[in-house]
T-cell receptor
Framework: DAKTTQPTSMDCAEGRAANLPCNHS???????VYWYRQIHSQGPQYIIH???NNETNEMASLIITEDRKSSTLILPHATLRDTAVYYC?????????FGTGTSLTVIP | DSGVTQTPKHLITATGQRVTLRCSPR?????VYWYQQSLDQGLQFLIQ???????AKGNILERFSAQQFPDLHSELNLSSLELGDSALYFC????????????FGPGTRLTVT
């Protein structure tokens, strides 16, 4: 199983960009990187995913290094509502393995 | 709103009992996944069904079972309940078998007393 490593917690000032790193050094060539977030005890929410190229959608940008061993999720203008636990997941087969994630706190 | 519905929202029961949790996937989604989230644990994958058939198993106890019906809704059955089964149980659905984003329901909070 490809494992991911994320910082336990991070703070970000409201209105600034939040950059959440993730290491996945054992990722295989055909494994996608997914990002989800969980606000309090709600169901996790899909944010973005990618394979090799950088991706952007209305919520965030995903930057994957050329060797694919790490990635960064960027929330361009963090708001208080972005306070959540962010999970970086490598899809192995058809199973998601959620780690402990990064607890992001957006500070006013 | 993800489009995935789960019932009930809350469930309180005693040890040794049996409960059934229900999940309706998003319209058009064929895969249903079940996850357990205990207080101190991350999300643990339990089981996946695709178009009525079991396709993947994770850390699911033998006391737990699931099925997906022809209308694609799914039920998770938990029996001989123990205090440690108290957790949030999430259902998720996706369009296909693999490689698709999963959309999660609001969860069922199970409390075993």
């Amino acid at each position: 199983d490809a494992k991911t490593t994320q910082p336990t917690s991070m703070d970000c000032a409201e209105g600034r960009a939040a950059n959440l790193p993730c290491n996945h050094s054992t990722i295989s060539g055909n494994e996608y990187v997914y990002w989800y977030r969980q606000i309090h005890s709600q169901g996790p929410q899909y944010i973005i995913h990618g394979l090799k190229n950088n991706e952007t959608n209305e919520m965030a940008s995903l930057i994957i290094t050329e060797d694919r061993k790490s990635s960064t999720l960027i929330l361009p203008h963090a708001t208080l509502r972005d306070t959540a636990v962010y999970y970086c997941i490598v899809l192995t087969g058809n199973q998601f393995y959620f780690g402990t994630g990064t607890s992001l706190t957006v500070i006013p | 709103d993800s489009g995935v519905t789960q019932t009930p929202k809350h469930l309180i029961t005693a040890t040794g009992q049996r409960v059934t949790l229900r999940c309706s996937p998003r319209s058009g989604d064929l895969s249903v996944y079940w996850y357990q989230q205990s207080l101190d644990q991350g999300l643990q994958f339990l089981i996946q069904y695709y178009n009525g058939e079991e396709r993947a198993k994770g850390n699911i106890l033998e006391r737990f079972s699931a099925q997906q019906f022809p209308d694609l809704h799914s039920e998770l059955n938990l029996s001989s309940l123990e205090l440690g089964d108290s957790a949030l149980y999430f259902c998720a659905s996706s369009r296909g078998l693999a490689g698709y984003e999963q959309y999660f329901g609001p969860g069922t909070r199970l409390t075993v007393t």
